[in-house]
């Protein structure tokens, strides 16, 4: 991943595809809770397989928690600390 704004691309168009209120091209705040955006326990899932896929990344268990799945940005942050942790 090349910089934090392709990250957040990567992380804005996963939310866009498991948030069942959101359509294509629908505007997605960094800050806005994914749950007023419709992404329920089924798209969450939905959504850690699919950056899982999309980044060639684990998430580690210790990441997966609401404080980290709250938003796009609290998502782009913490994918940035734990990959930057591996390097």
């Not at 359509?23 to 397989?49: A, C, K």
Request: aromatic share 2%; proline share 7%; with cysteine.
């Amino acid at each position: 991943m090349s910089d934090k704004a392709d990250l957040a691309s990567v992380v804005t168009d996963a939310v866009r595809r498991c948030a069942k209120l959101l359509q294509p091209g629908d505007e997605v705040p960094p800050d806005q809770p994914l749950l007023e955006l419709g992404l329920d326990s089924l798209g969450l899932v939905e959504l850690i397989v699919l950056l899982e896929e999309e980044l060639d990344i684990q998430i580690p268990d210790e990441q997966l928690t609401p404080e980290v799945f709250d938003s796009v940005s609290s998502i782009v942050s913490a994918v940035e600390s734990f990959v930057e942790r591996d390097i």
